[in-house]
């Protein structure tokens, strides 16, 4: 058995060398599986050949049908065309040659050609066309009359529509002038409006202090200060009483009105006042005159002459007051009176006594002798 083993280790040896059987039996499929695809594919081929030859038989096949057609086809042309030369007097094809147009005039012709025949398919349909046309106003039957007569209407007709046209025109033009009318009309409304704006205004105040002898202006702007004296008037008069307060006549006002407050606030006019309430009203106003001043005037002196005496003794000692109080604001007061109580209240008092023959003598301040008035 050992000489046998060693008998095949030498004969392997022999046989493989080195190599180990593993590796030599995965190269050999190897090189199997590569021999076996490129037979496959030397098969494919083959089929891909044998194929393309059979289509280049049947090609060939149809090619030679297609020459033989063509040449019978040539032929029957040449035998045409040489008939066609005899019957048009060329002798051959060389005479035809040289009696033939250039390239340039050729291709010219044959355009023109192709434009008269696309003319002609086009007066074609349009004949076609106006023929259909034609046949449904026959059928219509809109009139008998002949043509002469109809050219005549026709006339007749389009000079109606000239002249229409021309009064068309007409009309727009004046709707066109009625426009800028319009327009221009609106601008002058316009200034018509604002005049009349500019106009209201002077016209209130024409009603306000307008007349041809200025004696509105007078009254208003006497009005205003007469307004401002009564405010004075108002403001003395409340010292003197809580009944009465002044005020002007809505229809005359320059006038004054008294409100007593001790009658329900009834509106009375000054001429219906007593005595002592009109010495009252006309105390406060010329108090209030005294107190109003100007840019250039001032009113420092007061003058009143009687009326003390139909004051009760409440009123008189209101009014002395009163008086008294200006006196001490600087107000020159001058009281002309026959009221014994009166002298009692004023220190400074100038006497005027009678003398016979209707003569008088003065004394008091500032008088250094006794002088005689009238």
Same mark, same amino acid.
């Given at each position: 058995?050992?000489?046998?083993?060693?008998?095949?280790?030498?004969?392997?040896?022999?046989?493989?060398?080195?190599?180990?059987?593993?590796?030599?039996?995965? &190269?050999?499929?190897?090189?199997?599986?590569?021999?076996?695809?490129?037979?496959?594919?030397?098969?494919?081929?083959?089929?891909?050949?044998?194929?393309?030859?059979?289509?280049?038989?049947? &090609?060939?096949?149809?090619?030679?049908?297609?020459?033989?057609?063509?040449?019978?086809?040539?032929?029957?042309?040449?035998?045409?065309?040489?008939? =066609?030369?005899?019957?048009?007097?060329?002798?051959?094809?060389?005479?035809?040659?040289?009696?033939?147009?250039?390239?340039?005039?050729?291709?010219?012709?044959?355009?023109?050609?192709?434009?008269?025949?696309? @003319?002609?398919?086009?007066?074609?349909? &349009?004949?076609?066309?106006?023929?259909?046309?034609?046949?449904?106003?026959?059928?219509?039957?809109?009139?008998?009359?002949?043509?002469?007569?109809?050219?005549?209407?026709?006339?007749?007709?389009?000079?109606?529509?000239?002249?229409?046209?021309?009064?068309?025109?007409?009309?727009?033009?004046?709707?066109?002038?009625?426009?800028?009318?319009?327009?221009?009309?609106?601008?002058?409304?316009?200034?018509? @409006?604002?005049?009349?704006?500019?106009?209201?205004?002077?016209?209130?105040?024409?009603?306000?202090?307008?007349?041809?002898?200025?004696?509105?202006?007078?009254?208003?702007?006497?009005?205003?200060?007469?307004?401002?004296?009564?405010?004075?008037?108002?403001?003395?008069? =409340?010292?003197?009483?809580?009944?009465?307060?002044?005020?002007?006549?809505?229809?005359?006002?320059? @006038?004054?009105?008294?409100?007593?407050?001790?009658?329900?606030?009834?509106?009375?006019?000054?001429?219906?006042?007593?005595?002592?309430?009109?010495?009252?009203?006309?105390?406060?106003?010329?108090?209030?005159?005294?107190?109003?001043?100007?840019?250039?005037?001032?009113?420092?002196?007061?003058?009143?002459?009687?009326?003390?005496?139909?004051?009760?003794?409440?009123?008189?000692?209101?009014?002395?007051?009163?008086?008294?109080?200006?006196?001490?604001?600087?107000?020159?007061?001058?009281?002309?009176?026959?009221?014994?109580?009166?002298?009692?209240?004023?220190?400074?008092?100038?006497?005027?006594?009678?003398?016979?023959?209707?003569?008088?003598?003065?004394?008091?301040?500032?008088?250094?002798?006794?002088?005689?008035?009238?």
């Amino acid at each position: 058995m050992e000489n046998q083993l060693i008998a095949l280790q030498t004969e392997r040896k022999t046989l493989f060398g080195e190599n180990q059987p593993d590796e030599v039996d995965k &190269r050999l499929a190897a090189c199997v599986s590569a021999a076996e695809s490129s037979g496959q594919q030397a098969r494919d081929l083959l089929a891909e050949g044998q194929a393309q030859t059979d289509a280049n038989r049947l &090609r060939e096949a149809s090619l030679r049908e297609t020459i033989d057609k063509c040449s019978a086809e040539l032929l029957q042309s040449e035998e045409l065309f040489t008939v =066609s030369l005899t019957q048009n007097g060329f002798i051959d094809e060389a005479a035809f040659q040289a009696a033939r147009l250039p390239a340039v005039d050729r291709s010219a012709l044959a355009a023109q050609a192709e434009k008269l025949d696309r @003319e002609t398919a086009d007066i074609a349909v &349009r004949k076609k066309d106006r023929q259909n046309r034609l046949t449904l106003e026959e059928a219509r039957q809109l009139t008998n009359e002949s043509l002469e007569l109809l050219k005549v209407e026709q006339t007749s007709l389009d000079n109606g529509l000239r002249l229409s046209g021309e009064r068309s025109g007409a009309i727009k033009q004046k709707l066109a002038d009625n426009q800028a009318a319009q327009s221009k009309f609106q601008g002058h409304q316009q200034l018509i @409006e604002k005049q009349k704006a500019e106009c209201q205004r002077w016209d209130k105040l024409h009603a306000l202090i307008g007349s041809a002898d200025g004696k509105k202006y007078r009254n208003f702007a006497q009005g205003l200060t007469f307004e401002m004296m009564v405010a004075h008037a108002n403001r003395q008069l =409340s010292g003197m009483t809580d009944r009465y307060l002044l005020i002007c006549d809505s229809e005359q006002p320059l @006038e004054l009105n008294v409100i007593d407050n001790y009658q329900a606030g009834e509106i009375r006019s000054t001429k219906n006042l007593s005595g002592g309430e009109s010495f009252i009203v006309s105390l406060s106003l010329a108090l209030g005159l005294s107190k109003m001043a100007s840019r250039k005037v001032r009113v420092d002196s007061l003058f009143l002459d009687e009326g003390f005496g139909t004051l009760d003794e409440e009123a008189l000692e209101t009014a002395l007051e009163t008086l008294a109080s200006l006196h001490q604001d600087g107000k020159l007061i001058g009281i002309i009176s026959h009221v014994p109580a009166l002298k009692e209240r004023i220190s400074t008092q100038i006497a005027i006594m009678p003398k016979n023959g209707g003569k008088s003598v003065i004394s008091g301040p500032g008088i250094t002798s006794n002088q005689f008035c009238c």
